[in-house]
Structure formats: C-alpha cells, structure tokens
C-alpha cells in the first residue's frame, strides 16, 4: 500500500480510465477510447487503467501511442493473466479497496468508458465521493451517449424524481462522444482546480504542484 502510493505520486497528475475488460479491438468505442486517451495524454497527463484488456487496453494503447506515461494498476484475477502490452509501468495491488484507494487520491479526473458491474461500481462510488464533497469540481466524463443515456434516465426519472438524489447531482458529470471534447472537458476544470500550467519540460506539458490542495 505504502509503495502503490509512492510510485503512483510519482507518476500524477493522473486521469483513470475505467471500462470493460471483454471490449474487443473492433469495437467502435475501443478506437474512441484509444483516441480520447491519445489526447488526454498529450496534455501531460499519465494515463491509469486496471492494465487489463478491452477499454483499459485501448486506453494504456493511446496513451502509449502519444509518448506519454501509460500505468496499469494491475490486481490478480483469474481471467487476466497479465498486464496489457501497453503499460509501461504496472503497480500490482492483491486488494480492490487498495487500488481504488490509490487510484483516487492522486487522480485529477475520471474517464469511465461502456463497462459492467466494475465499471458500474466506479463511478458510482466516485459519484457518492462528489456528492458528499470529499472530492471537489472532479471533471468526470462518460463517453459513449447511447451507451449511458439509459442509465441517467433512470438517474431523472427515478432517483430525481423520487428525491434520491439533487437536481445539481445530474450535473456532476459530462456525457459525450467526442474524444476532443472529453479531453477539453478534463483539461478545463483540472488545470483551474488544481492550478495546473504549461510549460514544463519531458513528454508532460503540464507542470503541478508537488502537493495536491486538499479540501
């Protein structure tokens, strides 16, 4: 735990990636992550994935693609034998909570790609995290609009409706198809929350701070 929080510092300011594992190279959203990663990475940002295949290989794929730094937080399951041949630097955990604890702390914005059940707990849990305002103005994205428009239908006409949640709460993300306005949507909010500058030196044209500002 201690060493995952070492190397991952190291590596921030960092966007995860968060989608299935089935996705196939063929499928149409496979290229839409691989392309919003290619961006989202060129900005300077280290591109994080559960290392596996599917969306976390697309994503750890462009970021590789854009010279920029790809991390697979890799866990040890019985259907993945190994990290993706797209990261380039793999951080295992043996426990969910740990990784999703790491993977939390030094993020600056969330890309969560068409995926199942994980995929579902992700960003709800991110979603509660927003809500209850231990993260504050994260930029999160769901990319695919015909994947997610039924799940935030039922987010309107049930959860609101039902006063489960706040109006304000269907605004905690942005739902697009677009790589470009995916990475303008992150780039926008993390740069001024976290006074995030160009310039710096390397593959990374964004310089931070040392010391993430805490709420």
């Not at 995952?4 to 992550?33: H, K, M, N, Q």
């Not at 780039?187 to 929350?193: E, F, G, P, T």
Request: charged share 25%.
């Amino acid at each position: 735990f201690r060493r995952a929080f070492e190397v991952v510092g190291e590596l921030s300011p960092c966007i995860p990636f968060f989608g299935s594992a089935r996705t196939r190279p063929d499928d149409p959203l496979y290229e839409t992550c691989r392309a919003t990663a290619y961006l989202v990475a060129k900005e300077g940002f280290t591109v994080m994935t559960g290392g596996g295949p599917g969306m976390m290989e697309a994503a750890n794929r462009g970021a590789s693609e854009a010279g920029g730094r790809s991390m697979g937080a890799t866990i040890r399951l019985e259907h993945e034998e190994a990290a993706n041949p797209y990261v380039t630097r793999e951080v295992p955990f043996e426990h969910f909570f740990a990784r999703k604890t790491v993977m939390v702390k030094y993020s600056y914005g969330f890309v969560v790609m068409p995926g199942g059940l994980g995929t579902l707990d992700e960003f709800f849990e991110i979603m509660t995290l927003i809500q209850c305002r231990k993260l504050r103005e994260f930029p999160v994205v769901l990319m695919g609009m015909d994947y997610w428009s039924g799940l935030v239908d039922f987010m309107s006409s049930q959860l609101l409706a039902r006063e489960m949640i706040s109006p304000e709460d269907l605004n905690l993300f942005h739902m697009t198809d677009d790589p470009r306005s995916a990475c303008a949507f992150i780039s926008k909010i993390a740069v001024r929350r976290f006074k995030l500058h160009k310039g710096a030196p390397s593959a990374c044209i964004l310089d931070w701070n040392q010391h993430r500002a805490r709420p």
